[in-house]
Nanobody
Framework: QVQLVESGGALVQPGGSLGLSCTTSGFAFILYAMSWYRQAPGKERELVATITNSDSATDYADSVKGRFTISRDNAKHAVYLQMNSLKPDDTAVYYC?????????WGQGTQVTVSS
C-alpha cells in the first residue's frame, strides 16, 4: 500500500522558519522524483519544489527561490522542505508528491499558516 505522510505544518509568524517532512512507503522511493506542492484557499495547486531521483537536482518556483530548500533521504524514504523567511502568501496546504513515468502519488497534506 502506497503511503505518503506529511508532517510539520504549523502556525508561524512572518519571517519565521518551518520544516516539513514527508515519509513514504509502498513504492520504490529511489526511482521517484519527489516534489512539494501547495494550495491556498481559492487558488489552484502549484508546484513549489522538485528534487530528482538520480542526481538530486532541485528546482523551485520563483516565489520561493532562495527561501525554501528541498532535500531527500533515500535511506529513510523521506523528502523534506525547509522553509525560511516565511511570508503570509506562503499560507497553504502543502502536499508531498511522488512521480515516476505514469505513476503519481499524493500525500494528504499539511497546513502551513503564516500570520502574526
Amino acid at each position: 500500500q502506497v503511503q505518503l505522510v506529511e508532517s510539520g505544518g504549523a502556525l508561524v509568524q512572518p519571517g519565521g522558519s518551518l520544516g516539513l517532512s514527508c515519509t513514504t512507503s509502498g513504492f520504490a522511493f529511489i526511482l521517484y522524483a519527489m516534489s512539494w506542492y501547495r494550495q491556498a484557499p481559492g487558488k489552484e495547486r502549484e508546484l513549489v519544489a522538485t528534487i530528482t531521483n538520480s542526481d538530486s537536482a532541485t528546482d523551485y518556483a520563483d516565489s520561493v527561490k532562495g527561501r525554501f530548500t528541498i532535500s531527500r533521504d533515500n535511506a529513510k524514504h523521506a523528502v523534506y522542505l525547509q522553509m525560511n523567511s516565511l511570508k503570509p502568501d506562503d499560507t497553504a496546504v502543502y502536499y508531498c508528491h511522488a512521480a515516476f513515468f505514469s505513476n503519481s502519488y499524493w500525500g494528504q497534506g499539511t497546513q502551513v499558516t503564516v500570520s502574526s
